[in-house]
């Protein structure tokens, strides 16, 4: 059990783009997800705190507005990046918590 | 806030000897303790963790201890084998029941060799 998915695993998009990636607990329901960047080969980075109905909380430093994340159900928090730059590309990850957090596999978003 | 270290950055063990991976945390609040294989192009797996209540935990291959006092905590793997080798990050939080945030450290890249 406790199985995350996230979609899509990557994406290429153009600079000015929005790139939307969902994240799923597949067997169990999660009040609580949590949405981390990582660049290569450095550590996972929290980014915001996704409550099932609430607004995101969101770590010092990371743009509320760029990075749109809506928890619409116990199963589905969806992180959108609004107006994409190079910059942005990274490997985004999340997890569902239920006691002990699960982590999904990540996608890959490279902006060109 | 939290503040994790790690060390090693890398280790290289030869198939069959042990690696020990160490960490240390700054609030002594924190009473939850993960650590995550990561390999490459994947999310990180839980693989185990340990609570503030406990000083050891083994799992086959895999053990931690915690040292409370010292504020640190280790992974140790004994008879490694080359599917070992990934990236492997502790992580330290404050558990209170409900959804806790995880401040991870900056991971040891691991590799058996044969």
């Known amino acids: 059990g406790a199985v995350v998915s996230q979609h899509p695993s990557w994406v290429i998009c153009k600079s000015g783009t929005s790139v939307k990636i969902e994240c799923r607990s597949l067997?169990?329901?999660?009040?609580?997800m949590f949405w981390y960047r990582q660049f290569p080969k450095q550590s996972l980075m929290l980014m915001a705190t996704s409550n099932e109905g609430s607004k995101a909380t969101y770590e010092q430093g990371v743009e509320k507005d760029k990075f749109l994340i809506n928890h619409a159900s116990l199963t589905l928090s969806t992180l959108t990046v609004t107006s994409a730059h190079p910059e942005d590309s990274s490997f985004y990850i999340c997890?569902?918590?239920?006691?002990?957090?699960?982590f999904g596999p990540g996608t890959r978003l490279t902006v060109l | 806030g939290e503040n994790v270290e790690q060390h090693p950055s890398t280790l290289s063990v030869q198939e069959g000897d042990s690696a020990v991976i160490k960490c240390t945390y700054s609030?002594?609040?924190?009473?939850?303790f993960p650590w995550y294989k990561q390999e490459l192009g994947k999310g990180p797996q839980l693989i185990i963790d340990?609570?503030?209540?406990?000083g050891e935990k083994k799992d086959q291959r895999i053990a931690v201890t915690l040292n409370k006092t010292a504020k640190h905590f280790s992974l140790h793997i004994t008879e490694t084998q080359p599917e070992d080798s990934a990236v492997y990050f502790c992580?330290?939080?404050?558990?209170?029941?409900?959804?806790?945030?995880?401040?991870f450290g900056t991971g040891t890249r691991l590799q058996v060799t044969l």
């Open positions: 609030d002594s609040a924190s009473n939850y």
């Open positions: 340990i609570r503030s209540n406990v």
């Open positions: 992580a330290a939080s404050i558990h209170t029941g409900t959804a806790s945030k995880l401040t």
């Open positions: 997890s569902a918590s239920r006691d002990e957090q699960f």
């Open positions: 067997d169990f329901q999660a009040t609580t």
